[in-house]
């Protein structure tokens, strides 16, 4: 089994930057694809980015892509997202997941979700 903590989270004005991370437990980390979603206020889940199981390869939502950037540590269990020129509409919950499926931006081929890092960008 794995279990995923974000943490990284905050309140930041509109252009600014936050790094977020995820640490897993277990000695499996090197086997899941990593990614990253988030979820606004009435919206759906939506993915953001996801990076492959050695950190070779990612993939990035449209809306994010050339401002934030996923990268992973397996020495650390650890998965990134860094985050920058941040808009008011990148605020939301930003989860962390883990999926035996590359590539993929599918919310169902996520088996293991952290609880949430709250994001929150004001103008």
């Known amino acids: 089994q794995m279990q995923l903590v974000e943490s990284g989270g905050g309140l930041v004005q509109a252009g600014g930057s936050l790094r977020l991370s995820c640490v897993a437990s277990?000695?499996?980390?090197?086997?899941?694809?990593m990614g990253w979603f988030r979820q606004a206020p009435g919206k759906e889940r939506e993915f953001v980015a996801a990076?492959?199981?050695?950190?070779?390869?990612?993939n990035y939502a449209d809306s994010v892509k050339g401002r934030f950037t996923i990268s992973r540590d397996n020495a650390k269990n650890t998965v990134y997202l860094q985050m920058n020129s941040l808009k008011p509409e990148d605020t939301a919950l930003y989860y962390c997941?883990?999926?035996?499926?590359?590539?993929?931006?599918?919310?169902?081929?996520?088996?293991?979700w952290g609880q949430g890092t709250q994001v929150t960008v004001s103008s």
């Open positions: 997941a883990a999926s035996s499926k590359w590539p993929t931006r599918s919310t169902q081929d996520y088996g293991y």
């Open positions: 277990g000695r499996t980390f090197r086997s899941y694809v």
């Open positions: 990076i492959s199981f050695g950190g070779i390869s990612t």
